[in-house]
């Protein structure tokens, strides 16, 4: 096996231009729309020339791409670590929810991204945004017929319960700083205030029944 090299000088330096493009694509991206954004506005922020900016990606579309897979990358993995079979369901739920959460608020720019795409239609950036998000939703709605064939999850239609959590949680990281009380998505307390009431209506929708006047009880 020939030896590990290390990364020269030049990779390196072209892995953080590469970064910096990418994080400057994200929030031009979430504020204009892939339509609106303006690749000289994106190499004007990243301090480079425009040629040098279609080096890196050959076209707007390819840097779209590359602005949601970077943060897809985070979110799916813990998908599918998350929603593993045999595991107590609620505490997977739990699990995910927090994992997601934790990584869109880290991520800011990317629930403004996603709602660009769904106003704006365009048909290129809603196929890039479905083909990372259509397999996480599709792994939710299996996980809760799952849980619904073993008797542990009410009987609820899963891909609305799926909307629903997911809607809930791009419109707070959207749109949380434009209601009272004024607060903002990035605060630690104000997050974990959305966390928990997110999760105990997600719990309280899926508990069959008797789970519910269990808990009562």
């Known amino acids: 096996m020939p030896p590990r090299t290390r990364p020269s000088v030049v990779d390196r330096s072209a892995d953080d231009t590469r970064e910096r493009i990418i994080d400057a694509a994200q929030a031009i991206f979430a504020r204009d729309g892939f339509v609106g ?30 602005a949601h897979e970077q943060i897809f990358a985070k979110i799916e993995p813990v998908f599918r670590e998350s929603l593993a079979p045999n595991g107590d369901p609620f505490v997977q739920l739990d699990r995910v929810s927090r994992a997601v959460l934790a990584v869109m608020a880290e991520e800011p720019d990317f629930a403004r991204m996603v709602a660009r795409t769904s106003v704006d239609r365009h048909p290129a950036a809603v196929k890039i945004v479905r083909t990372y998000l ?81 808990r009562a009880s």
Request: glycine share 4%.
């Open 134 to 214: 259509q397999p996480l939703v599709d792994l939710s709605v299996a996980f809760v017929r799952d849980g619904q064939r073993r008797g542990i999850f009410a009987d609820i239609d899963p891909f609305f319960f799926t909307l629903n959590s997911w809607g809930a949680a791009l419109i707070y990281f959207i749109a949380r700083d434009l209601l009272a009380p004024i607060a903002k998505p990035s605060e630690p307390k104000d997050l974990a205030r959305f966390t928990t009431t997110l999760l105990q209506m997600g719990n309280r929708a899926l508990a069959p029944n008797e789970r519910r006047a269990q």
């Open 37 to 66: 954004a303006k690749m000289q506005e994106i190499a004007d922020r990243v301090g480079i020339q425009r040629p040098s900016l279609f080096y890196h990606f050959k076209n707007k579309e390819a840097l779209f791409v590359a």
